[in-house]
């Protein structure tokens, strides 16, 4: 195991003042985003647009790494410069999401377990080849009156370690993903109580994977009310039970804690984010990993028009600095709030 350099590569995604942005939608997601501002989707459209992100000047200062897709790490810039090897030239990792995707567990209706395990030693040594330098799996856990099922969360739990432990031998740092569902009407009580279990079983699983915990950077979900809950977790409420639900279950080897986004508004997501850093004293550091919290907005700004192109770097921009800032606990004061808000 290239031990030294996977410790580097991890510590660099969750680097001070920065985050990691989440450009690796599949192609059915961006094209619902795509086709929700007008655009066709195409592999054309879909290059411009998160090309236009990566190539925003000062994007670096901000972002530490780059999720892409399949089909992204393939492709390059207007000029034909690849995009890993622009993106790795800029300073800002390159990374890849390798799972293929949330299918129905069989006997356990409405949960889902990801798949993506065959094959995956060698897709890791091509995509190493190409420039990525960290991966991501995404699990999926909903939250039902009687959902998660203990097979689900340990089916789930698994396959991430088994990603991991590949990703490590690759040389790739595994982004640890299991996502426990903001939607639906529970409370923030259950949320607590479902995703420690879930973060419990999946640290569990890492451990008997033999994964190198120093080089895995997690990616929880906040611990927020369910997005039809009537009673809505205030900012300081989510914040200070998402870290002592963290500070339970997550060995402080992991050097980092990359939060996804999952559809709260930028606002939300910056301020929760931001909350937590104000509190501090953890032994990670806390940062983002966020897409829709910081791709919608440029999206919307560019809509196809290619006259758009420096009002939407703008956007992405706006928010990759203010994230960058709530990274930091510096949010609140930051003068990028007043713009936003
Ligand atoms: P969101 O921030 O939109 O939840 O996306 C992050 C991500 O990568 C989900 O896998």
Known sequence: MHRAELE??????????????A???SNATMTKRLEAVGVESTAESRRSFRGLMFTAEGAADHISGVIMYDETIRQATDD??????FLANEGILPGIKVDTGAKPLAGFPGETVTEGLDGLRDRLSEYRELGG???KWRAVIRIDSDLP???????????LARYAALCQEAGIVPIVEPEVLMDGGHTVDRSEEV??????????????????????????????????????????EVAERTL?????????????IAFLSGGQSDERAAAHLDAMNAIGNVPWELTFSYGRALVAAPLRAWSGDTSKVADAQAAFLQRARCNAAARMGAYAESMEHELVA
Do not use: H, W
């Open 8 to 21: 580097a590569t991890a510590q660099a995604m969750v680097a001070d003042g920065k985050g990691i942005l």
């Open 23 to 25: 450009a690796d939608e």
């Open 80 to 85: 034909g410069t690849p995009f890993p090897e």
């Open 133 to 135: 330098r960290f991966a």
């Open 149 to 159: 099922t203990r097979g689900c969360i340990a089916a789930n739990a698994q396959a």
């Open 195 to 236: 995703t420690t279990a879930v973060l419990r079983a999946v640290f569990g699983e890492l451990a008997g994977q033999r994964v190198l915990l120093e080089a895995v950077v997690l990616k929880p979900n906040m611990l927020v009310s369910g997005y039809d809950c009537p009673e809505q977790a205030g900012v300081e």
């Open 244 to 256: 002592v639900c963290l500070r339970r279950v997550v060995p402080a080897a992991v050097p980092g």
